[in-house]
């Protein structure tokens, strides 16, 4: 758990309801609710018991005017414990509880939302409302999870977490779905059917599901490749790893790497510092840099390459640099 | 490096389609005579020339020739004097050896049963090629991204060009050392090989090899099962399947070789089922070893489970049916057979052995002892929590093993109304399968299924296997 920070027992037993308005709340400067929405001014820690999680599936929080340094989350009391959950964007958000991965792991027992607040901060009319969706609003939901789209991370070679059905991930709406055109079909042609013909519409289904499945991740594959397509035609930058490819491309040209014959016999040794040893120092140490190779100090080497970072210790005259790279070279 | 221009491309497609596929249609006819002909000929011809390039290359090494034209030429003489002596013992007419470059005369429009077939097989179709269309224009215009393809591929390449060939036999690890230990170089020599030819590495283009191989995989499994089953739906089902495994498209466009591997692995199992057929010829035995041989060193740790699990599978099998056994059996009477099995471990796996031999490494030091990856005092039984969460909370293999299981169940309960050799293909995955899950169960390689990395790699590459043998197991024409 991430975000996880335990409020005592003493703040759970501390929430007692202000006459007259419909939340408990606790350690608020001032605390104000009507048709509007709920005003307050808090200093410090405030707490507003929100109410059971009962049957709803998701919270709405709408923001009036508001002033603030602090920061504010929505949780959950279970029992005497308050488990602190999502950060509370500053602009009006629906989130789902089942979206939650603390959500996921509280203990079982009745469940209270709360909503946290670590001031200074001042708000007015907030909405607040927490509710379970339509059967329209939940197939919305549903196709909204199945639409998102994952992007190309240096993990991708081994993960995929792939679309979700609202709660369900592809494999077990599959298994669902497999299993309902099975009953379907046997209530519909029970007579006719034999036993094995149900097997063959169960394997039939699943392998519509996984064409279908593949068909939305293409739909990802074609958005990524296009998207990311124009960012390295403009200015060669790949995916999550910045413009490291034209500063390999410059350091190479300037050094005129790729030109075999005249590096034949012929070494070189770069010293090479960055923000990010993997990529940027991982791949100029095994491909980018050839017929050079990387050395870990730069006193031992021909040239000095500074990505994103300053350029300390540096020795040698630059021969070449751009917005985030420097190129010392330390030759005599 | 990051050069891009449509002459550069084609000089780099080009170089990959066709310098392996002149001495691999030299060496099927070699290995496999007339067997094949047409689409299907070409195709097993390019992927045997990969194995025969890439091998006969860092042969080569050993008597210190570069890598360049001269050394491909030599490589070409050398098998059309096999060819040569092969034809002059067997007394094969050239004109049957050409044969086999003519294509056969198709109709797949009048194959098609029905309209819902014609129009589900016309979305598979757009499917396949949108997928075939979005991986190549990745693989056309973005660099190398995915970590392992830098270190144990792309540096050998680089080493092997800017070295001009490789280093058989320098200082301690001269060449070895520089690229990662125990990792084969055969494949990155065959690429050095060609990046001299067409211009000079370009990080952009080196992709065209995995894009290629998967291409050409697919279309030869769409070929192969339309020529079995001469139903056009049923050809496309296998390559629709293989490409919605969530981790192909990356596989498709990196220079990874576990794709590579399973290819070559679902090859060499089609090869044995043509051999277990009751018609087949000694030529599919000999197929099978040369699809398993390439594997030896394409990535050699995986190919000590392909092997095994392919071996085991047909000893299963044999041991099932006794009598078809013998049978089969009688095709290791025949001297060519054994002569071709010795020419192909001896050009195919002795080399690099020896090379490694040289320099006290043992047969795969990627996951061996020697890298920590050995046996473990006790079974890591928490595996299988892990698999269980990866199934069904993520989308790593989408819905590949509830197919599998089910699957699984239909051929184990009605296996005596399907035919012996169709449960050979799914029996060869399900032992691939098993002696993984056995190397996680009892090694320290458990941990790659508890982080999430090399685990999800590994069974998707089983179901790719798999996958290539669903048209034969679930008759979609019914």
């Not at chain 2, 007394?91 to 797949?108: A, D, N, Q, V, Y």
Request: glycine share 6%; with cysteine.
């Amino acid at each position: 758990m991430k975000k996880y920070i335990l409020w005592v027992v003493a703040v759970a037993l501390g929430l007692i309801g202000t006459a007259g308005a419909a939340y408990q709340q606790q350690g608020f400067n001032q605390y104000t609710e009507n048709s509007w929405g709920i005003s307050f001014w808090c200093q410090q820690s405030c707490v507003i018991l929100l109410g059971d999680v009962g049957s709803n599936d998701n919270i709405t929080v709408e923001w009036g005017s508001h002033q603030w340094d602090g920061q504010r989350w929505y949780g959950y009391l279970v029992g005497q414990q308050i488990y602190a959950a999502t950060v509370v964007p500053a602009k009006s958000y629906e989130w789902s509880f089942s979206d939650d991965p603390i959500y996921k792991q509280l203990p079982a027992g009745e469940k209270q939302v709360v909503f946290l607040v670590s001031g200074p901060l001042k708000a007015d009319n907030i909405h607040v409302t927490m509710k379970q969706r339509s059967t329209s609003e939940r197939f919305s939901w549903w196709w909204q999870r199945f639409r998102n789209t994952e992007n190309i991370a240096p993990y991708s070679i081994n993960l995929h977490y792939g679309p979700m059905a609202g709660n369900w991930s592809w494999p077990i709406l599959a298994l669902a779905l497999m299993i309902i055109s099975v009953v379907v079909i046997y209530v519909v042609r029970r007579k006719d059917l034999s036993f094995w013909a149900l097997f063959n519409v169960a394997i039939g289904t699943l392998i519509v599901l996984m064409v279908i499945g593949g068909v939305r991740l293409l739909v990802d594959d074609i958005r990524i490749t296009s998207s990311n397509s124009k960012e390295y035609q403009s200015d060669k930058q790949v995916f999550d790893l910045g413009n490291y490819i034209s500063v390999t491309e410059k350091v190479r040209n300037y050094l005129d790497l790729d030109n075999r014959s005249e590096w034949k016999d012929k070494t070189c040794s770069i010293y090479a510092k960055s923000n990010m040893d993997w990529p940027h120092v991982a791949h100029w140490g095994s491909v980018y840099l050839r017929p050079c190779h990387l050395v870990q100090t730069g006193s031992m080497a021909d040239y000095q390459l500074y990505y994103n970072v300053l350029p300390q210790n540096s020795t040698g005259s630059v021969v070449l640099s751009w917005d985030n790279f420097t190129l010392f070279n330390t030759r005599p | 490096m990051f050069a891009s221009s449509l002459s550069l491309l084609l000089a780099h497609l080009g170089a990959y389609i066709i310098l392996p596929l002149i001495p691999g249609i030299i060496a099927a006819w070699i290995l496999i005579g007339r067997r094949h002909k047409g689409w299907l000929f070409y195709l097993i011809s390019w992927f045997v020339g990969v194995g025969v390039l890439s091998y006969g290359l860092f042969l080569l090494q050993f008597v210190r020739f570069g890598i360049d034209r001269l050394a491909y030429a030599i490589l070409l003489i050398a098998l059309l004097v096999i060819l040569v002596v092969r034809v002059a013992l067997t007394k094969t007419s050239r004109k049957e050896l050409f044969g086999t470059l003519c294509f056969g005369k198709h109709t797949i429009v009048r194959k098609v049963q029905t309209k819902w077939h014609a129009w589900s097989a016309a979305i598979l179709i757009i499917y396949i090629l949108a997928f075939v269309g979005v991986t190549f224009f990745f693989v056309t215009h973005f660099p190398s991204y995915a970590d392992d393809a830098f270190g144990n591929r792309h540096l050998p390449v680089m080493n092997i060009l800017y070295d001009g060939g490789v280093k058989i036999f320098g200082a301690a690890g001269e060449i070895l050392g520089r690229a990662r230990l125990g990792y084969p170089i055969m494949i990155p020599t065959m690429q050095a090989f060609i990046s001299n030819v067409a211009g000079g590495y370009n990080d952009i283009y080196i992709n065209l090899f995995p894009w290629l191989s998967v291409t050409l995989f697919l279309l030869f499994i769409g070929i192969y099962t339309y020529q079995k089953r001469r139903h056009l739906l049923s050809a496309l089902v296998a390559p629709a399947l293989i490409i919605s495994l969530p981790l192909i498209f990356l596989h498709t466009t990196q220079g990874y070789m576990d794709l590579l591997s399973a290819i070559y692995t679902s090859l060499a199992i089609i090869a044995l089922y043509e051999w277990l057929q009751e018609d087949g010829h000694a030529n599919d035995l000999i197929l099978w070893a040369t699809f398993l041989s390439i594997v030896s060193y394409v990535k050699n740790d995986w190919f000590v489970v392909y092997m095994i699990g392919t071996v085991l599978a047909l000893g299963i099998y044999f041991l099932a049916h006794r009598k078809t056994a013998l049978e089969k059996l009688h095709a290791f009477k025949k001297p060519r057979v054994w002569i071709s099995l010795a020419g192909l471990v001896a050009f195919f796996i002795v080399p690099f052995t020896v090379l490694k031999s040289y320099y006290h490494l043992w047969f795969n030091q990627a996951a061996g002892a020697d890298s920590g990856l050995g046996l473990t005092s006790s079974i890591h039984r928490e595996i299988f929590p892990a698999i269980w969460h990866t199934i069904w909370s993520m989308n790593n293999y989408s819905v590949g093993p509830l197919l599998f299981l089910l699957i699984a169940v239909v051929v184990i309960v009605r296996h005596k109304k399907m035919s012996k050799q169709v449960q050979f293909l799914l029996l060869a995955p399900a032992v691939i399968l098993g002696i993984f899950l056995l190397v996680f169960l009892l090694t320290e390689n458990y941990k790659f299924v508890i982080d999430q990395t090399t685990v999800n790699r590994v069974f998707t590459m089983v179901l790719v296997i798999f996958f290539t043998a669903i048209p034969a197991l679930f008759d979609l024409s019914e």
